[in-house]
């Protein structure tokens, strides 16, 4: 059964596994486009997507308050321990995405890999 199971263990520590879904999301981020297996690319839109919703609070946040935006550009830091990849999250990608309610990555299947013939898979920002 499959109660209460939360994630892929991706056969990593779990300090291992935040970490790779963290290089995963920050060079999507950076590069638009990434290619990995398949599993890890359905970890990392978890990861990724809640990264771009945290940033887009970020972008809609009133020009009144910019403790708010503050807050949560610093939760997108946080989570991604990457500053330069933040801030292209937050003042380029997130923006583009502000009238969508969700859905902001796509993963389309590339085949297999020659060595050990694991699934392959782009992963890409939509």
């Known amino acids: 059964m499959r109660h209460r199971v939360d994630h892929r263990k991706l ?9 790779m879904l963290r290089n995963l999301a920050c060079a999507l981020f950076e590069h638009g486009r990434i290619t990995t297996t398949l599993p890890k690319a359905k970890e990392a839109r978890r990861f990724a997507e809640r990264c771009i919703t945290m940033a887009k609070h970020a972008a809609a946040a009133p020009a009144d308050k910019p403790e708010v935006k503050l807050r949560f550009q610093r939760q997108v830091a946080s989570e991604l321990n990457n500053r330069f990849a933040a801030e292209k999250l937050v003042s380029e990608i997130a923006p ?26 782009i992963f890409e920002l939509v």
């Open 11 to 19: 056969n990593v520590t779990s300090k291992h596994r935040i970490a």
């Open 96 to 121: 583009k995405y502000a009238t969508r309610q969700g859905g902001y990555t796509r993963i389309l299947k590339a085949g297999y890999r020659l060595g050990d013939r694991s699934p392959k898979a």
